[in-house]
């Protein structure tokens, strides 16, 4: 059984930095897509960064470019999301998933068969 289980949310200041982490189970990390995305209130859910099982191309969200970085521990079948210089447009419900993509990009939440539960981050100004 495939399980996700992230961690690492929170309220933080406008600028402020936090980490989430996405430990996975039931699967090896460095064989499927991994994306982090995100959900704010009112939105549609967005890639925020993911790598492409096909290819391992890369994408970022434009409004994160520069901030946040994407990092995996295939020791210890991980995955994080350094976030640095947060905004208040970066208050949503962020997700870690994997699956297997198929077309040219990662960003299809479809192509994601396992997601963890989600964790809150809150930005405050």
């Known amino acids: 059984e495939v399980q996700l289980q992230a961690s690492g949310g929170g309220l933080v200041q406008v600028g402020g930095s936090l980490k989430l982490s996405c430990a996975a189970s039931g699967l090896v990390l460095e064989d499927v897509a991994i994306g982090w995305f995100r959900q704010a209130p009112g939105k549609e859910r967005e890639a925020v960064i993911c790598?492409?099982?096909?290819?391992?191309?890369?994408y970022y969200a434009a409004s994160v470019q520069g901030r946040f970085t994407f990092s995996t521990d295939n020791a210890k079948n991980a995955t994080y999301l350094r976030m640095n210089n947060l905004k208040p447009d970066d208050t949503a419900v962020y997700y870690c998933a994997v699956g297997y993509t198929s077309g040219g990009t990662c960003t299809n939440s479809h192509d994601y068969g396992h997601w963890g539960l989600g964790t809150q981050v809150t930005v405050s100004s």
């Open positions: 790598v492409s099982s096909r290819d391992g191309g890369w």
